[in-house]
C-alpha cells in the first residue's frame, strides 16, 4: 500500500511564505514524477507544478511560476513545495500525487493539507 503524506499547510498573510511536504511511504511505492495539485472552494482541482525524480526537471503552471519552487529528497522519498509571495488566490486544498509510470495517469493521492491566505 502506497501513502503519501501532506504537511506544512496553515494560515498566512500575503506576501508571506509556506513549505509543503509530501512523504511518500510504502513497500511497492515506485513512482516516475510527483505533482502538486490545488482545489479552491467551489472550483476544480488544477494543476500547480509537478517534478521527475530522476531527472529533477520541473513543471510549473503560470500562475505559480517565480513565486513556486517544488523540489525532492530522492533518499527520503519526499518532495517539498515552498511558496513564496503568497497571494489570496492561492487559498486553497493543496494535494501531492504520485505518478507511477511515464504513460499512467497520477494513481496516489494524499489527504490534503489547507493552505489560507489572508489579505
Known amino acids: 500500500q502506497v501513502q503519501l503524506v501532506e504537511s506544512g499547510g496553515g494560515l498566512v498573510q500575503a506576501g508571506g511564505s509556506l513549505r509543503l511536504s509530501c512523504a511518500a511511504s510504502?513497500?511497492?511505492?515506485?513512482?516516475?514524477?510527483m505533482g502538486w495539485f490545488r482545489q479552491a472552494p467551489g472550483k476544480g482541482r488544477e494543476f500547480v507544478t509537478a517534478i521527475t525524480w530522476s531527472s529533477g526537471n520541473t513543471y510549473y503552471a503560470d500562475s505559480v511560476k517565480g513565486r513556486f519552487t517544488m523540489s525532492r529528497d530522492n533518499a527520503k522519498n519526499t518532495v517539498y513545495l515552498q511558496m513564496n509571495s503568497l497571494k489570496p488566490e492561492d487559498t486553497a486544498v493543496y494535494y501531492c500525487?504520485?505518478?507511477?509510470?511515464?504513460?499512467?495517469?497520477?494513481?496516489?493521492w494524499g489527504q490534503g493539507t489547507q493552505v489560507t491566505v489572508s489579505s
Open positions: 500525487a504520485s505518478q507511477t509510470t511515464f504513460t499512467s495517469s497520477y494513481d496516489y
Open positions: 510504502g513497500r511497492t511505492f515506485r513512482s516516475y514524477r
